[in-house]
């Protein structure tokens, strides 16, 4: 296969979804057929426009992710489309609290690290003093 081909195929992936993973650059260098096979099945459900709006599949990506524990990078990826397409951060976390009851705090920590990240949040830190002495 062409390499114009694969990168043709690349750059389209980053107009429809918004983003491309690592792994989707690596599979359009070494098979190429099997990334068009796995793209076909995500455009199916998720890229074409059926019952559920764009941003209810980014929320339930996110938090799907999340309860998986999905590397960083993609369930950062899902965030920033979310941002993109005017889901607020506040949605965001709200989808991903949702792991507390039935994934777990550790679940839910690990999507929160990424979305904390990714939406730039600091945290309140203890005054000073307030911690114990060694």
Known sequence: MADGDKQA???DMVRRRGYVLPYHKA???????????ADDLVSAAYLSQRTLDHRTKELLFVLSLTV???????IASHIRTALRIGVS???ILEAIEIALP???VVAFQHG???WREVVGVTGVEPSAGVL???
């Open 27 to 37: 599979m359009a260098e070494v098979d190429l057929p099997v990334l068009k096979a």
């Open 132 to 134: 114990p002495r060694p």
């Open 9 to 11: 195929y690349v750059d």
């Open 112 to 114: 929160f690290d990424v």
């Open 102 to 104: 039935e994934a777990g």
């Open 89 to 91: 951060p506040q949605e």
């Open 68 to 74: 998986l524990k999905a590397e960083r990078h993609h």
